[in-house]
């Protein structure tokens, strides 16, 4: 009869928990040539050329950049926390391995960064940036009204600032679509199976405080 | 006339969640300035040792506990060490170690039951000889 019971559950359970996990996952990556460039970059800069940061900016700065204007509702401090970022990868080049993805390493670092941002900053107004600075090409059904798109960007960022830490990390960069589930799991310091419930919790907030 | 007007009202309406999506456009010229001026900097100071490294990133209040700690560690070290004689070999009195000595003189005829071949030869001798 337990057999049974067990039995029962794993038909049921199992396909219902696949499923959620598979919805509260993150889509699979946008494919990078760049991996290979940034590690041979990273070696480079390791041996003491300062010019191969160069590359490494270009291709992050506005992932990065992106990341921490949502994460903190400011254009201004988002710029001042990628050049950080990118003075810490500079400082840190001779220990990057490249057993490591890139953006993995590039993203830890980078959340270190706003975490001690947000520790030392007090939490501020948000401050949207003009709709013409938003690149809606991926956001697919957008009428391009900027009015529209201002006040939903602002409401966005609203919403996102009341989430805690980890939860808008994580949905910010699982939105990106720079890095695979395992990767994010990764730079989160978090499991895979870890990371896809704070992933369905954290969409479940940002509904409610957007709705 | 416009008879219903709620679909284009509802066309234009834009759902923020899904603006998570939306990346900057681009980045804003002064941001390539001052990084183009970061990385000239970086390129004259030469990188510090990885022990400065993880110094400089942390705050002044982590190193005043990290400091606070090895302070505790060392002091309790110091306080709770085991007491220990270190004095080095007493000195020698051929007066205070008389007994000793004779002891000594009294035993050295017996040195060679000390060899292992003797001292079985001994040890396995019947006890009530026979002659």
Request: glycine letters at 4%; charged letters at 25%; one cysteine or more.
């Amino acid at each position: 009869m337990v057999l049974s019971l067990e039995l029962f559950a794993a038909a049921w359970l199992n396909p219902l928990l696949s499923g959620w996990a598979a919805m509260a996952s993150v889509p699979p990556a946008r494919e990078t040539s760049s991996d290979e460039e940034d590690t041979v970059c990273m070696a480079r800069l390791a041996a003491g050329e300062t010019h191969a940061l160069q590359p490494i900016f270009d291709r992050w700065k506005l992932p990065l950049l992106t990341y921490f204007y949502r994460a903190l509702g400011s254009h201004a401090d988002a710029e001042d926390l990628v050049l950080q970022t990118f003075a810490r990868v500079h400082r840190a080049a001779d220990r990057y391995r490249p057993e490591a993805r890139f953006t993995t390493w590039l993203f830890a670092i980078a959340r270190r960064e706003l975490l001690h941002e947000l520790r030392r900053q007090r939490r501020k107004p948000v401050e949207p940036v003009p709709p013409e600075d938003l690149d809606l090409s991926l956001v697919s059904g957008q009428t391009a009204d900027p009015q529209r798109v201002r006040e939903a960007e602002e409401h966005l960022l609203s919403a996102l600032q009341r989430l805690p830490e980890r939860e808008r990390s994580a949905l910010l960069l699982a939105s990106s679509g720079d890095h695979s589930h395992a990767d994010l799991a990764t730079t989160l310091g978090v499991s895979p199976g870890n990371l896809s419930v704070i992933l369905h919790r954290a969409r479940e907030k940002l509904r409610v405080l957007l709705s | 006339m416009d008879q219903n007007p709620e679909p284009s009202k509802a066309k234009s309406r834009i759902d923020p969640e899904s603006l998570l999506g939306a990346r900057l456009r681009t980045v804003r010229p002064e941001l390539d300035r001052r990084f183009e001026e970061m990385r000239r900097d970086l390129a004259r100071t030469p990188r510090r040792p990885a022990w400065l490294e993880w110094l400089a990133a942390r705050s002044p209040a982590q190193l005043g506990w990290a400091a606070a700690a090895a302070i505790v560690v060392a002091a309790g070290t110091v306080v709770f060490r085991p007491a220990t004689q270190s004095g080095g070999a007493p000195d020698f009195d051929p007066a205070e170690y008389g007994e000793l000595l004779s002891l000594n003189d009294a035993l050295a005829p017996a040195l060679p039951l000390a060899d292992r071949d003797l001292r079985s030869a001994v040890i396995e001798m019947p006890v009530s000889p026979k002659s």
